[in-house]
């Protein structure tokens, strides 16, 4: 492979950033040890239930993009969308040349024949699945994505099993990367206080 043909390659990864957690930051910075090029926005999942509004989030996911300080790693907002679909059109007119890779975490691999129009998704992108601990991807659901067209990567990535979900809901300030822990503690996010 030619250095021109791999610096086309770029990572994109839309999170719901509810908050950000370790298993972002390390997904991030994981990616950006295989792609010359990783791209990151903060999208309403229409699978969720967010707590904090768009804005907030996308605010989070910029102080961890600017901590990481990666040339290769940008913050385009512009891709947020909550249908895979409208994204990966707008990441085609950004970079008409770029072989794209979509990126999603283990967890949400059954996820993807249910999305709008998961077929023209598929088409259009690869799908690069990071393994989270806990949420292995069986062989079936490899034959189902590649019988839809998938053109699937197995990222040789482990990502902790950290969840957004269980900072919401027990304030556990562990899972969260210590470039954002100040925001969310003197804005009062999800309950998080200076005085826990």
């Given at each position: 492979?030619?250095?021109?043909?791999?610096?086309?390659?770029?990572?994109?990864?839309?999170?719901?950033?509810?908050?950000?957690?370790?298993?972002?930051?390390?997904?991030?910075?994981?990616?950006?040890?295989?792609?010359?090029?990783?791209?990151?926005?903060?999208?309403?999942?229409?699978?969720?239930?967010?707590?904090?509004?768009?804005?907030k989030r996308h605010e989070m996911l910029k102080v961890l993009v600017d901590w990481i300080s990666h040339p290769g790693l940008e913050l385009v907002q512009d891709l947020s969308s909550p249908l895979a679909l409208i994204t990966l059109k707008k990441a085609k007119i950004l970079w008409p040349n770029a072989e794209l890779t979509f990126v999603i975490g283990s967890d949400l691999t059954n996820q993807i024949p249910t999305w709008v129009k998961a077929k023209e998704v598929l088409n259009i992108a690869r799908i690069g699945i990071a393994p989270r601990q806990g949420w292995p991807v069986s062989k079936q659901q490899?034959?189902?994505?590649?019988?839809?067209?998938?053109?699937?990567?197995?990222?040789?990535?482990?990502?902790?099993?950290?969840?957004?979900?269980?900072?919401?809901?027990?304030?556990?300030?562990?899972?969260?990367?210590?470039?954002?822990?100040?925001?969310?503690?003197?804005?009062?996010?999800?309950?998080?206080?200076?005085?826990?």
């Open positions: 492979m030619s250095d021109e043909t791999k610096n086309r390659k770029i990572a994109l990864l839309g999170t719901s950033a509810d908050p950000p957690t370790c298993g972002h930051q390390a997904l991030l910075q994981g990616l950006l040890t295989l792609f010359p090029r990783v791209a990151t926005w903060a999208s309403n999942n229409p699978m969720k239930e967010h707590k904090a509004n768009l804005v490899l034959e189902t994505l590649q019988s839809l067209g998938g053109r699937i990567d197995i990222l040789p990535l482990q990502i902790p099993a950290t969840a957004s979900s269980m900072i919401r809901e027990e304030s556990n300030t562990s899972d969260i990367p210590i470039a954002i822990l100040p925001m969310l503690l003197e804005q009062n996010l999800y309950g998080l206080t200076t005085n826990k």
